[in-house]
Nanobody, 120 residues
Framework: QVGLVESGGGLVQAGASLRLSCATS????MGWFRQTPGKDYEFVAA????????TYSDSVKGRFTISRDDAKNTQYLQMNNLKPEEADVYYC?????????????????WGRGTQVTVSS
């Protein structure tokens, strides 16, 4: 279900950084996924609705950071040292559940995606 708004995507060179933002409403657990056209959503990162638990895919651990600012109804994905193979459409997702969720079909709300392009 489309219900969120992502921003911050763009074109960068390999090794550069981007910060994605996702506007939502209310306290929710949130996450980020990326998708190459025609393929399944790939889990990137997630944060619980309290904001004290985060989890990351092994491929981005140590380079990406998920955070949230509930006062601004916004979550962020800081992406550092981007790789060319990480050029995808990135989606934010939200759930009214309190736990960290790392599978796409357990989320209730989605954004339309923001394009991240990484040149080699």
């Amino acid at each position: 279900q489309v219900g969120l708004v992502e921003s911050g995507g763009g074109l960068v060179q390999a090794g550069a950084s981007l910060r994605l933002s996702c506007a939502t409403s209310g306290r929710t657990s949130m996450g980020w996924f990326r998708q190459t056209p025609g393929k399944d959503y790939e889990f990137v990162a997630a944060i619980n609705w309290v904001g004290d638990i985060t989890t990351y895919s092994d491929s981005v651990k140590g380079r990406f950071t998920i955070s949230r600012d509930d006062a601004k109804n916004t979550q962020y994905l800081q992406m550092n040292n981007l790789k060319p193979e990480e050029a995808d459409v990135y989606y934010c997702a939200a759930s009214p559940r309190e736990t960290v969720i790392h599978v796409w079909d357990e989320y209730d709300y989605w954004g339309r995606g923001t394009q991240v392009t990484v040149s080699s």
